[in-house]
Nanobody
Framework: QVQLVESGGGLVQAGGSVRLSCAASRNIVSISTLGWYRQAPGKQRELVAAIRSGGSIDYADSVKGRFTISRDNAKNTVYLQMNSLKPEDTAVYYC????????????WGKGTLVTVSS
């Protein structure tokens, strides 16, 4: 079992920056993919960014060039650096860890709210 705890959310002005952190309860070496999802009011959850154990990274088109995902295996933590924030980035951001061995399991954090004011 993996417990995920997000932190760093809050209120920020448009154009500002914030860094989200997701701390895992155990080492993340065995985690296949770590990702950040978000859910805006009235919208479905969407993938924001994902980083795989091999280092490959995917970003949603809407955040490319503005957001950066990274992982620190020594600290069992994944980060999401968000720059040039826009009001449409307002959402609850969730950390996700996908484990594929010995079986497929998805772990989710409780989420952290990021509100971007215009």
């Amino acid at each position: 079992q993996v417990q995920l705890v997000e932190s760093g959310g809050g209120l920020v002005q448009a154009g500002g920056s914030v860094r989200l952190s997701c701390a895992a309860s155990r080492n993340i070496v065995s985690i296949s993919t770590l990702g950040w999802y978000r859910q805006a009011p009235g919208k479905q959850r969407e993938l924001v960014a994902a980083i795989r154990s091999g280092g490959s990274i995917d970003y949603a088109d809407s955040v490319k060039g503005r957001f950066t995902i990274s992982r620190d295996n020594a600290k069992n933590t994944v980060y999401l650096q968000m720059n040039s924030l826009k009001p449409e980035d307002t959402a609850v951001y969730y950390c996700n860890a996908a484990q594929t061995f010995p079986h497929l399991v998805n772990y989710w954090g409780k989420g952290t709210l990021v509100t971007v004011s215009s």
